[in-house]
């Protein structure tokens, strides 16, 4: 049995109010979520089935609080990796890695342009890192996040710490395009309508690809 609380409804509201809250099977509502429906006159609903359909509860309504579901989920991940990007950037300053540190920095705040885009509903900034453009970052990135792979040989290497920082970071922002795509899939044209946000947070990770390399002793990647 699942409870919804007070606090994950305004959540849910805060990101985008309804009118109309449908309860699935095998949910129930604290006393406090249910004060906080009527205080805001929402209509309370409940999912049931009988001789195997739904009841005709709208299904507009359903499908309105399901996507608001997924957007506040996208964006509580999203949340989560901008705190890891200071976190480690804090963590590379303090180990004495201070030019590391502020290309993570630098490389948060494009993921916090990513993150902008998205709540105000507009298209993120063109990417520039390095001095490189998008085209210039994805042309040096390319086929180089199959060749990092990242396991325990490297955490026994001198700067192993830092190598696994940027894969751990790599790897969360790999939760973003299909949290992306579960928000703003386009059913009827089967595609997703804020591919921009993809494309940029796929850059990110080639940044950070590229920073994993160099922190491997790849040459070829140095500035």
């Known amino acids: 049995m699942k409870f919804i609380t007070e606090m994950e409804l305004r959540d849910l509201y805060k990101t985008e109010p309804f009118t109309h809250y449908v309860l699935e099977l095998d949910t129930k509502i604290t006393p406090g979520a249910r004060q906080f429906l009527t205080d805001r006159r929402v209509t309370l609903g409940q999912t049931q089935c009988s001789e195997g359909k739904k009841s005709n509860i709208d299904e507009s309504n359903q499908v309105q609080v399901r996507e608001t579901w997924c957007t506040l989920r996208l964006r509580r991940r999203m949340d ?67 060749s990092v ?48 946000l993809i494309d940029t947070v796929n850059l990110i990770i080639n940044i950070l690809c590229i920073m994993m390399w160099k922190c491997l002793g790849g040459q070829k990647w140095k500035r």
Do not use: T, Y
């Open 80 to 146: 989560c990796i901008e705190s890891l990007f200071l976190l480690i950037a804090a963590e590379l300053l303090h180990s004495g890695d201070s030019d590391l540190s502020e290309e993570v920095m630098a490389l948060g705040k494009c993921f916090k342009n990513v993150q902008n885009a998205e709540r105000e509903k507009i298209a993120p900034d063109n990417l520039q890192f390095w001095g490189w453009s998008e085209e210039e970052i994805k042309k040096r990135s390319d086929d180089l996040e199959k």
């Open 149 to 196: 792979e990242i396991n325990e040989f490297h955490v026994r290497l001198e700067n192993g710490k830092e190598i696994v920082q940027l894969n751990h970071l790599r790897a969360s922002l790999l939760e973003v395009e299909p949290a992306l795509l579960e928000a703003f899939w386009n059913e009827e044209k089967q595609a997703c309508s804020r591919q921009d």
